[in-house]
């Protein structure tokens, strides 16, 4: 007779232990804390029953657990989140996290402009500038004869053809640079009316 209840009592205890073991499936919803902006791309794990998953674009999810089980929720921007899960609290219920925003403090940045136009252009004209590196089997009169020759230009056509002017003249960019040169002429005239020629684009 006590072997029997003994018997029974392992009995019990087993299904209990394969009960535990079993998972369920937890469907939730991933929000802001600061907002009702729901979170997607956001990724789930949990720690017992080793699945994952990432929130859709409305922030939902679905995902098994164990009956008592941790979730780890992680998200670029946010501070990682672990959330106890307990079947019997959550069963028939739709679990919502709300994710806290991660604070990332930035150096400052001093920046420091150039006070006008000549300035600038005399800084770059009084740039160290390096000398000149020869490869080695080329004479130097060879490579002053290359760095000064004059530029190739190609020879004025004869001939236009009507169809090439047409649409060098209104074509996207030509119309796009005639654009700028007006505005910079409107600039310039501007400025040299209220008297600030530093600031004059050439």
Do not use: H
């Not at 989140?81 to 069963?91: A, E, G």
């Amino acid at each position: 007779m006590k072997n029997f209840f003994l018997l029974l009592i392992l009995v019990f205890c087993a299904l209990k232990i394969t009960a535990q073991e079993e998972c369920f499936i937890v469907k939730g919803r991933i929000f802001s804390n600061d907002s009702l902006t729901a979170i997607p791309n956001v990724d789930i794990v949990s720690e017992l029953s080793r699945y994952g998953t990432t929130s859709n674009r409305d922030g939902w999810f679905l995902i098994k657990s164990k009956q008592i089980d941790t979730l780890w929720i992680s998200c670029v921007g946010f501070d990682r989140q672990r959330v106890s899960i307990y079947r019997d609290s959550i069963l028939d219920k739709e679990l919502i996290i709300r994710l806290i925003r991660s604070d990332i403090m930035l150096d400052s940045v001093d920046i420091y402009p150039w006070p006008d136009y000549e300035t600038f252009k005399q800084e770059i004209i009084n740039m160290p500038w390096r000398k000149p590196f020869f490869v080695p089997g080329v004479s130097k009169e060879g490579y002053e004869k290359i760095i000064n020759q004059e530029p190739v230009r190609e020879p004025k056509a004869s001939s236009i053809n009507p169809i090439s002017l047409i649409y060098n003249r209104f074509n996207k960019r030509e119309r796009f640079k005639r654009k700028l040169q007006r505005n910079r002429k409107k600039f310039n005239r501007e400025m040299e009316r209220i008297g600030a020629d530093s600031l004059m684009i050439p």
